[in-house]
C-alpha cells in the first residue's frame, strides 16, 4: 500500500486513478495522478509547457488509459495541458495572456502573471512531489524539428550519472548536452531544470514539428515513457537500453537580424556545412535582408519554415556530432 497522493483537491488512493484540474484563476491545468498499488519512484509527466506542441499533448492522452494504478509501484502524474491559455489560443511560445514563455519562467510566483502562477503551480504540487520528470515537447507550431533529448550536464557529478541513465532509456538515440541551464533552484527557467535544480533527474523530451498532430512522433514519445516506466520499476517489464546514442554539442541558437518573411534553405536533420545558408530573411516587399548562415557544420536539429519572423527571434539549431558525452 501506498500513502494517499494529492495534486491540489484530488486524492487518489493506493491503486487509484484519479483527475483532476488546478484552477488559477485566469487558466487551469488539468492533470492525472496514477497512485500504484506498491512503493517506489513517483514519476511526473509534464506536456504543453509549449501550447501548439501537439505530440506531446496527443501521447499523453494515449497513455492515460494505457496505465493501471493497481499493477504499478510508485505513481505517475501527468500534466495533460500545461499552457492552457497558449493551448485554447492557438500561440506559438507566448502566452495570449502575459507574453511570457511558460518555459522560461519556472519555478513561477504564486502571485506572478498568469504564465507564472502556472509555473508555480507544477513546481509546487506536481515536481515537489515527484522523483523524476520528462518535460514533452516538440518544434513549436513554426519549427521543424528532428526528435532528440536535452541531456543536462551539471556540477554534480552523481546527479549526471542518474539523469545520464534516465537519458539512455527515453528511446530516443540522439542526446543534445546542454551545460549551460542555471543551477539556481529559485532561478532555474526551464521545467526540466526545476526538477534538476531539486536534486532529481529529468529530461526535456522533443519528437515532433510544425503545429502537426503527428501519430507517428506522439508514439514515439509514449513508447518513450513507458520504457522510462519500466526502467523506474513503475511498471513491470525489462526495459530497453539505446543501442547506439549520438551526442551532440548544440551550436548557439541562430536568431533572425531582422522582421519580415522566412524563407528555409535547409530540412530538418540535414547536414550542413559550417556557412550553409540556412534561411533567407525579407522584407514585405520581396528585397533581401539577409542569409542566415550556420555557425557550424553539423546536423540540422530544427528550422523555423513558416513565414512570419521577428528580429532576434529562433530561425535554427544546428548539432555538433561528438564522440562521446
Ligand atoms: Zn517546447
Known amino acids: 500500500m501506498r500513502k494517499d497522493l494529492r495534486v491540489g483537491s484530488a486524492v487518489a488512493a493506493s491503486g487509484e486513478a484519479v483527475s483532476g484540474t488546478l484552477d488559477l484563476g485566469t487558466s487551469f491545468v488539468p492533470f492525472t495522478i496514477f497512485n500504484g498499488a506498491r512503493d517506489g519512484a513517483v514519476l ?13 499533448i496527443l501521447a499523453l492522452q494515449m497513455l492515460r488509459p494505457r496505465i493501471h494504478p493497481r499493477k504499478l509501484a510508485g505513481a505517475v502524474i501527468m500534466v ?9 489560443g492557438r500561440t506559438v511560445y507566448f502566452s495570449p495572456l502575459d507574453q511570457k ?29 515527484s522523483d523524476y520528470l520528462l ?17 543536462t550536464v551539471t556540477a554534480d557529478a552523481a ?3 542518474r539523469i545520464a541513465e534516465l537519458v539512455a532509456h527515453c528511446g530516443f538515440d540522439h542526446m543534445v548536452i546542454d551545460r549551460g541551464r542555471p543551477r539556481d533552484p529559485a532561478a532555474s527557467v526551464y521545467c526540466s531544470n526545476t526538477a534538476i535544480t531539486r536534486g532529481k533527474p529529468a529530461v ?8 502537426v498532430p503527428d501519430e507517428k512522433s506522439s508514439k514515439m514519445i509514449a513508447s518513450g515513457v513507458e520504457n522510462v516506466m519500466r526502467y523506474l520499476k513503475i511498471a513491470s517489464g525489462s526495459a530497453k537500453r539505446v543501442k547506439r546514442p549520438v551526442f551532440l554539442d548544440p551550436a548557439p541558437v541562430v536568431t533572425s537580424p531582422g522582421t519580415g518573411l522566412l524563407y528555409p534553405c535547409v530540412k530538418r536533420d ?5 556557412g550553409a545558408v540556412l534561411a533567407r530573411i525579407t522584407d514585405f516587399f520581396g528585397r533581401k535582408i539577409a542569409d542566415v548562415k550556420a555557425p557550424v557544420s553539423g546536423k540540422v536539429l530544427y528550422i523555423v519554415a513558416t513565414p512570419p519572423i521577428v528580429q532576434g527571434q529562433p530561425v535554427g539549431c544546428v548539432g555538433v556530432p561528438r564522440k562521446s558525452l
Do not use: W
Request: proline letters at 7%; aromatic letters at 8%; charged letters at 20%.
Open 80 to 88: 495533460h495541458v500545461a499552457n492552457m491559455p497558449s493551448f485554447l
Open 135 to 151: 518535460d514533452l515537447h516538440c518544434g513549436d507550431g513554426n519549427e521543424s524539428l528532428r526528435p532528440y533529448v536535452y541531456q
Open 204 to 211: 526535456t523530451v522533443e519528437a515532433g514539428f510544425l503545429g
Open 101 to 129: 514563455n511558460l518555459n522560461r519562467v519556472y519555478p513561477g510566483k504564486a502571485d506572478g502573471t498568469p504564465s507564472e502562477k502556472i509555473a508555480h503551480a507544477i513546481t509546487t504540487e506536481v515536481i515537489d512531489q
Open 270 to 274: 540535414q547536414n550542413v556545412k559550417k
Open 44 to 56: 511526473a509527466l509534464v506536456a504543453g509547457n509549449h501550447g501548439y506542441e501537439y505530440p506531446p
Open 159 to 161: 546527479l549526471n550519472t
